[in-house]
């Protein structure tokens, strides 16, 4: 199956832009990119999906590279309520250990 | 509006005894689901998934089994549980493959 790797974490003031990056080098063809997160002690939450074209919608912007091989999850305007763990993951649907947001007041 | 129901939401177990973990989701039908286990600080591992009744495809050859006897119910089960079954397992749906997953709140497991 194809993996995907993320930084373990990152650190963003509120209110202003972030990028969670994403490589996934082996993806096939046919594997969309999802973007989940997971606050502490609850299931993930779906944010984002795509497939070749970047894809806008109310929590996220998810930008793919023309290769594929590699995608960033931005969030417009951090506030203290995206402070949480982002899995980014294929078609395959194989977690790894995400990457952790903290967000600076 | 679909959801996805499970429980419970915590559980302590003795080693050496049963377990049984219920999943329901409504308002779809012919769902794919899911069970996870998420160890401490750890990321989430797949254990079953099933696309139909009677269909149970295990990723981790492991002390736990999985049944679906109905369309939408899914249960994941385990005649004795180890130390090492710990963890927060974590049931989810999909449309599809490629459609995005929805979690349940998941259950807390602590084997003592």
């Known amino acids: 199956d194809a993996k995907t790797t993320q930084p373990n974490s990152m650190e963003s003031n509120e209110e202003e832009p972030v990028h969670l990056p994403c490589n996934h080098s082996t993806i096939s063809g046919t594997d969309y990119i999802h973007w989940y997160r997971q606050l502490p002690s609850q299931g993930p939450e779906y944010v984002i999906h795509g497939l070749t074209s970047n894809v806008n919608n109310r929590m996220a912007s998810l930008a793919i590279a023309e290769d594929r091989k590699s995608s960033t999850l931005i969030l417009h305007r951090a506030t203290l309520r995206d402070a949480a763990v982002y899995y980014c993951?294929?078609?395959?649907?194989?977690f790894g250990k995400g990457i952790t947001l903290s967000v600076r007041p | 509006s679909q959801t996805i129901h499970q429980w419970p939401a915590t559980l302590v177990q003795p080693v050496g005894s049963p377990l049984s973990l219920e999943c329901t989701v409504e308002g779809t039908s012919n769902p794919n689901l899911y069970w996870y286990r998420q160890a401490a600080g750890r990321g989430l591992q797949l254990l079953f998934y099933s696309v139909g009744i009677g269909q149970i495809s295990s990723e981790v050859p492991q002390n736990l089994s999985a049944s679906r006897p109905q369309d939408r119910q899914f249960i994941l089960s385990s005649k004795k549980l180890l130390l090492s079954d710990s963890g927060f397992y974590l049931c989810a749906w999909t449309g599809g493959f490629d459609s995005p997953l929805h979690f349940g709140n998941g259950t807390r497991l602590t084997v003592t």
């Open positions: 993951i294929l078609s395959k649907l194989t």
